[in-house]
């Protein structure tokens, strides 16, 4: 016993072991547990704040919407500031768009209503703007692999035709739900009814029930059936695939549900839904479309498609809401017109005569304008040349929508005022015109005559156009800072620009030479932001926004959008001053010449494509700027004589400008006077001014730090001669010379005052350029290599004898042997022969008419005839001969 008593102990603590383990797991198991609910309750308290956070600081401050606040059966008006009394006046008044006519909630069929609670919405009276129970189905399913869509309440689809916020997504349901809340505490059931049944969209371009009931039955609303109620809602769910017309067996099927479910929820019985069901219904074959019959101005439109867009901007109303409330919200809108202005614009954009050109394919030669004023205002815009009818209602205004590109006109935007703010250059910098670079093994660009001049200022380009000349300054700037001042200095819609793109594998952007100093653009640009970018000119530098319209209030006085015209300065006054001065050279003796008209100071540029598809011309005076597009729709090469837009520029502008006075822009102090040669943009020398070409030295006007502190050195000083012209192949003078030879004598002025051809001393180019391509640019023959290439004077080529001074017989003395005459003057001369002697009236050898030719009287004495005549040297003659046309002599000769 004693034996087995003592194995008993050595189970027992294997047994109490097993129960420590086991209860120590289970503890270790709960702790596990508690540790991981802990964890979870602390991620949702972390998730639940910052959820908290995120409706309070982004849901919440969007989900106002007051819109049903708004009439919508009240016409609104546009009204204008007259420019001369500072009077408002009215402008126009805005007719509702017939495709819509707003419908009472008492003028609503009942049936009509049941209809749309039943089978969208049938818990509509009892929640509060969101179905919870709809709505958890919906999450539910989304988180099973489901779409996030579904279960949206009435409300909710308002809220959906009311805002632009219509994107799938978790925030947008969000924000759906909380907005769908909002609304409900705001609005009664009635009224967000009467809101749904007069925006959703029943298919055929048919909004609200007055349409949809026009168009599918040719009836006002309240005279709706049953069955025809039922029907309108079926469409509702999905207009292409409940169309009546196209799907009839659809709607029908539909329309069965419908009714069904307004019987299930007691709105009908069943009787009635059994006689709706077996109602033959009879449609109507018609469209809604637009009906809108008023043909407003370009510029009407205009303005009510930027307030259409800034009340969607700014209060995220859909565009149909938008649009109706710009129509029929009572809405007092005040435009920037000037009537004067848009009268001028319409009397010559209406008369298509005024652009009298057809494509080869028929099209007619279409145009835009617009026109600013020093505010920013736009005072006056065209879409279209021709006279705007019905079919242009709503239309495309090619003012504000065309976008194409603008070719030379961009240079100064993007290339040369760019350049002059950042201290680059001056109007006097020179560069090379000739390529710069090579596209594809070929000289890159090339100029518009094909011709490549040379050294040339930046003043010359741009009054020449010249291509090449922008692409070099363009390397100095850079194409992204080109691009940056289009953007954020000049105001051109971001829309417009690319920065890359890619278009069938190959990438495309506009930061590039092509692109920002010959307009090539990917896209382009519109007329209304090249009027808006070229106004920052003779604003001395600051942009405004171009706008159509300063405010807008509504019916109840309420202040719904305002525009300011408060500036921002973009570039110094300087730069200004000098892009005004060389563009007013553009319009005197330029590319402009076509837009230029007397009385008024204009500057402007042109603009037109390689393909020459479009033609461009913005300008502007003291008082407007105006930007002209002329194109056609679909683009062909525009043939027409000189330039159609400048020439429709001074159209429209010389009326415009009619009784104003003329003024200058802005000059400002501190200006000074610089002589500065056009070959190097130095300091100008004497040799500057003794070029071959003729004088180089050119005055101008610049601001004491960029006056030129060095002096020319481009010019060497070479003897060349006047009597031996270098000629061109057709033996016609170059207006250059040969290099003087040892044999040219010195130039001097004959005694009938003319010059004498000859040795004179005149400037040469000396530098050393590249011929990139080949290209040899044409003041390369008055390069000093050049010039001794051609070799000396051809025309004096041994010495010229010298022909002594003519013989005075008056002087003759017998008894004087210095006064005798040589034998150069007199080789039959003898002293002692008396009848050699020279007479008083002439020398022996021309004897006067009608003398024997003797000599004088025999003297009464005879000289010693051993004694030899004194030497009797002549000074030479300071004449040469030299045949051939005599070229304008250069400076100095």
């Known amino acids: 016993m004693a034996e087995q008593h003592s194995n008993h102990p050595q189970k027992r603590p294997a047994e109490g072991t097993a129960r420590r383990h086991k209860r120590g797991g289970a503890h270790r198991a709960l702790t596990v547990i508690g540790t991981l609910l802990l964890v979870f309750a602390i991620t949702c308290s972390f998730l639940a704040c910052f959820a908290a956070v995120y409706i309070k600081t982004v849901i919440l401050p969007q989900t106002e919407l007051d819109v049903a606040d708004y009439p919508m059966n009240l016409s609104s008006t546009i009204y204008y500031t007259d420019p001369e009394t500072g009077a408002v006046s009215e402008y126009e008044t805005l007719h509702g768009d017939q495709n819509r006519v707003w419908v009472a909630y008492s003028e609503i069929p009942q049936n009509l209503i049941h209809a749309a609670v039943a089978i969208e919405d049938r818990r509509f009276y009892d929640h509060h703007g969101v179905d919870w129970i709809r709505t958890a189905k919906s999450i539910l399913t989304m988180?099973?692999?489901?779409?996030?869509?579904?279960?949206?309440?009435?409300?909710?689809?308002?809220?959906?035709?009311?805002?632009?916020?219509?994107?799938?997504?978790?925030?947008?349901?969000?924000?759906?739900?909380?907005?769908?809340?909002?609304?409900?505490?705001?609005?009664?059931?009635?009224?967000?009814?009467?809101?749904?049944?007069?925006?959703i969209y029943f298919g055929r371009r048919s909004y609200g029930v007055y349409t949809a009931s026009y168009a599918y039955f040719g009836k006002s609303v309240d005279q709706l059936s049953l069955a025809e109620c039922a029907s309108l809602i079926s469409i509702t769910n999905n207009p292409s695939?409940?169309?009546?017309?196209?799907?009839?067996?659809?709607?029908?099927?539909?329309?069965?549900?419908?009714?069904?479910?307004?019987?299930?929820?007691?709105?009908?019985?069943?009787?009635?839904?059994?006689?709706?069901k077996s109602e033959v219904l009879t449609f109507q074959s018609a469209s809604a479309g637009d009906q809108n019959s008023t043909v407003y101005s370009w510029y009407t439109e205009q303005v009510i498609t930027d307030v259409t867009n800034d009340l969607i901007k700014t209060y995220d109303y859909s565009e149909t809401v938008a649009r109706d409330l710009v129509y029929s919200g009572g809405l007092e809108i005040y435009a920037c017109v000037d009537p004067k202005i848009q009268s001028a614009v319409n009397e010559i954009y209406s008369n298509v005569e005024n652009l009298p050109y057809t494509s080869a394919s028929g099209q007619q030669l279409q145009s835009a304008i617009v026109i600013v004023d020093p505010r920013g205002n736009v005072v006056g815009l065209s879409g279209k040349i021709g006279e705007k009818t019905a079919k242009d209602t709503r239309g495309w205004n090619r003012a504000t929508r065309t976008i194409r590109q603008p070719g030379s006109s961009i240079k100064p935007l993007a290339v040369y005022a760019p350049a002059l703010e950042m201290g680059l250059i001056t109007p006097y910098?020179?560069?090379?015109?000739?390529?710069p670079m090579l596209l594809e093994n070929s000289p890159w660009p090339s100029n518009v005559n094909h011709r490549y001049t040379g050294l040339m200022t930046v003043s010359n380009a741009v009054t020449n156009s010249t291509n090449t000349v922008a692409v070099r300054v363009?390397?100095?700037?850079?194409?992204?800072?080109?691009?940056?001042?289009?953007?954020?200095?000049?105001?051109?819609?971001?829309?417009?620009?690319?920065?890359?793109?890619?278009?069938?594998?190959?990438?495309?952007?506009?930061i590039g030479y092509s692109q920002m100093a010959l307009g090539g653009l990917t896209d382009g640009v519109s007329t209304l932001d090249m009027a808006g970018a070229y106004s920052v000119f003779p604003r001395d530098g600051?942009?405004?926004k171009p706008r159509t319209y300063s405010k807008v209030v509504d019916s109840n006085g309420k202040e719904l959008l305002t525009q300011e015209t408060e500036g921002k300065a973009v570039l110094k006054e300087k730069t200004t001053y000098y892009v005004n001065q060389m563009l007013k050279d553009v319009v005197n003796d330029g590319s402009g010449t076509y837009a230029s008209f007397p009385g008024m100071t204009i500057a402007g540029k042109t603009g037109s494509t390689n393909s020459n598809n479009d033609r461009w011309f913005v300008g502007y005076t003291p008082y407007y700027t105006a930007a002209v597009w002329v194109g056609y729709d679909n683009p062909e090469r525009v043939k027409a004589s000189g330039n159609p837009a400048a020439s429709l520029w001074k159209k429209v502008m010389s009326q415009v400008h009619e009784g104003l006075e003329n003024k200058d822009f802005t000059k400002p102090e501190g200006l000074v006077s610089v002589s500065y040669c056009l070959d190097s943009g130095l300091k100008a020398t004497d040799k500057c001014r003794s070029d071959m070409r003729g004088s180089r030295v050119a005055v101008g006007y610049l601001f004491p730090e960029d006056v030129p502190t060095q002096s020319c050195d481009l010019h060497t000083m070479v003897e060349v001669c006047t009597g031996s012209p270098i000629l061109n192949d057709s033996g016609e003078p170059t207006g250059r010379y040969h290099l003087a030879g040892e044999f040219c004598p010195e130039t001097s002025t004959g005694d009938d005052g003319e010059p004498v051809k000859g040795r004179t001393s005149v400037a040469v180019l000396n530098l050393t350029r590249e011929y990139l391509g080949g290209v040899i640019p044409e003041d390369d023959a008055y390069l000093l290599r050049s010039v001794e290439a051609a070799g000396t004077c051809t025309v004096h080529t041994s010495e010229i004898s010298e022909e002594p001074e003519p013989y005075d017989p008056s002087q003759f003395d017998i008894t004087d042997p210095s006064t005798w005459p040589s034998e150069e003057h007199d080789p039959e001369?003898?002293?002692?022969?008396p009848s050699t002697w020279p007479t008083a009236g002439g020398h022996p050898s021309s004897p006067e008419p009608g003398e024997s030719g003797s000599h004088t009287q025999e003297p009464t004495h005879t000289p010693n005839t051993t004694q030899p005549p004194a030497a009797h040297t002549p000074e030479p003659s300071q004449s040469a001969g030299g045949g051939g046309e005599d070229p304008l002599l250069p400076p100095g000769a």
């Open 143 to 199: 988180f099973t692999g489901g779409s996030i869509q579904g279960g949206s309440t009435i409300t909710q689809q308002l809220i959906k035709n009311l805002t632009t916020y219509d994107d799938v997504t978790v925030k947008r349901k969000v924000l759906e739900i909380f907005r769908a809340l909002e609304f409900d505490k705001k609005y009664s059931k009635e009224q967000t009814l009467e809101w749904y049944l007069n925006y």
């Open 542 to 544: 600051v942009y405004i």
């Open 241 to 276: 695939l409940y169309d009546p017309y196209t799907h009839p067996d659809q709607n029908n099927y539909r329309r069965g549900l419908v009714l069904d479910a307004m019987c299930k929820e007691g709105y009908i019985s069943e009787a009635e839904r059994d006689a709706a």
């Open 429 to 435: 910098s020179v560069f090379e015109d000739s390529p």
């Open 829 to 833: 001369f003898d002293p002692g022969d």
């Open 474 to 510: 363009l390397q100095k700037v850079t194409p992204q800072v080109a691009f940056e001042y289009l953007e954020d200095k000049f105001g051109v819609d971001p829309n417009h620009l690319v920065v890359s793109r890619m278009i069938n594998g190959k990438e495309y952007s506009d």
